[in-house]
């Protein structure tokens, strides 16, 4: 049997979890104040906050595993914790590709319609024709081209954009005409 810790306000943790891990115990922690009942998790599932993190690090000696939904764990590494007690750390990298990649690409293509101001106009009751760009052969430097950073090169891509993908480490980047590290 394994105690899993899990740390969210969010208005729908899920509670059907100890149904599916009928053997494991569950913890749901709202606050503080329920951290001592963590204190035998080996597993925790926690959010992006880096207090919380330290507050159920600190409160759970046994903790082997920790993982967070947050895309990229950065700012994680520099907590002592994870190195020192051997804790892994996993996160949900690549599972909200395609949800931010078509928000970004929403806002270039509301920027370059200018979306903004129609929706101005039409608040004012007037309009009046603007002035429009297209994106097809217009050049788009992604930074960070990981996960999301390159389903963002390939949408753009799809759409006639050149794409520029800027990477810490080389690689090939599908869709990008360039890649800079």
């Not at 509670?15 to 104040?33: M, Q, R, W």
């Not at 959010?47 to 919380?52: E, H, K």
């Not at 990298?93 to 129609?118: M, N, P, T």
Request: charged share 25%; hydrophobic share 45%; proline share 5%.
């Amino acid at each position: 049997m394994t105690t899993i810790a899990i740390w969210s306000n969010w208005p729908s943790t899920p509670t059907d979890f100890g149904a599916a891990l009928p053997d494991d115990t569950l913890v749901l922690i709202k606050d503080e104040n329920d951290l001592a009942r963590a204190a035998a998790a080996e597993v925790a599932f926690c959010g992006i906050s880096l207090d919380r993190v330290r507050k159920l690090l600190a409160a759970t000696p046994q903790l082997r595993w920790f993982h967070t939904p947050a895309a990229g764990v950065d700012r994680f590494l520099d907590i002592p914790d994870f190195r020192q007690r051997g804790i892994a750390l996993t996160n949900n990298s690549g599972s909200y590709d395609i949800q931010i990649a078509e928000h970004v690409l929403a806002f270039v293509l509301a920027a370059s319609k200018r979306l903004h101001l129609y929706r101005d106009q039409q608040a004012r009751h007037e309009w009046k024709d603007l002035e429009h760009d297209e994106l097809r052969d217009q050049t788009l430097v992604v930074f960070g081209a990981g996960s999301i950073g390159g389903e963002v090169v390939r949408l753009a891509a799809a759409i006639g954009m050149r794409v520029i993908a800027v990477r810490r480490r080389p690689g090939p980047v599908p869709g990008a005409r360039k890649v800079v590290t």
